[in-house]
């Protein structure tokens, strides 16, 4: 399956203020792998930054205003999420967005399905902190170079933390039905996925025997 991984920063954080879309960052995976494809722009909002937000992502006006306006990258963007899953972390505030510049555009909302991780999160881990920064955390996933929130990075680390929230891990090949008359870009993934497990050897559990009978106060064999 090809699903995409969302990220946008804007200049605030309600569209009911006028605020807009400052960069766009989407990553392509299939089956849960990422590919080489990938969409990111910088967004001219046509307004100013607000100062909360500029702590956030460090965008200056200055910056912005000589970029593209979304006007200007709207068709290569829904052309790269058309008919494609969209994966994002706190679904609510980037679709409001998206869908803000759609309608001033005049163009219909974004119908793709969505996945929104942040929803995952709090099934998964009620009462504890669900921000992208904690998941990676809790995840073991390296986010030092997220100083700033920056879109594709955070889709990086994003994508990271999706397969670690539907509990994915290693992707295996269908080699065993597979129809080697056939070329190399016939393989199909499987989408089954597994965890290594590594088994003691007989002379470790040996040992692991040992140390319970001479370190424990009580015997248990």
């Known amino acids: ?23 766009i960052g989407c990553l392509e995976l299939d089956n849960l792998i990422p590919t080489s494809n990938k969409f990111h722009c910088y967004l001219n909002p046509e307004r100013k930054v607000s100062e909360k937000a500029l702590e956030v992502h460090g965008y200056t006006d200055e910056f912005l205003s000589k970029k593209k306006k979304f006007k200007e990258i709207v068709n290569e963007f829904l052309d790269f999420i058309k008919n494609k899953r969209i994966i994002i972390h706190n679904a609510e505030f980037d679709l409001s967005h998206i869908n803000n510049e759609l309608a001033i555009l005049g163009i219909k909302k974004i119908d793709n399905e969505i996945v929104d991780t942040l929803t995952i999160a709090r099934d998964k881990f009620p009462g504890s902190s669900i921000s992208l920064d904690s998941l990676c955390k809790r995840y073991r996933i390296d986010n030092s170079k ?37 070329t190399n870009t016939d393989i199909v993934y499987n989408n089954t996925y597994f965890k290594k497990i590594i088994k003691p050897t007989k002379q470790e559990i040996e040992d692991h025997r040992n140390y319970l009978r001479t370190s424990l106060k009580k015997n248990f064999y």
Do not use: W
């Open 146 to 182: 997220r100083a700033k929130h920056t879109a594709i990075i955070d889709c990086e680390l994003l994508s990271k933390v999706y397969i670690n929230l539907i509990d994915q891990k290693e992707p295996t090949f269908d080699l065993k039905n597979h129809d080697y008359s056939k």
């Open 1 to 23: 399956m090809i699903e995409v991984v969302l990220d946008t920063e804007t200049t605030g954080l309600s569209v009911k203020d006028g605020h807009r879309i400052v960069e």
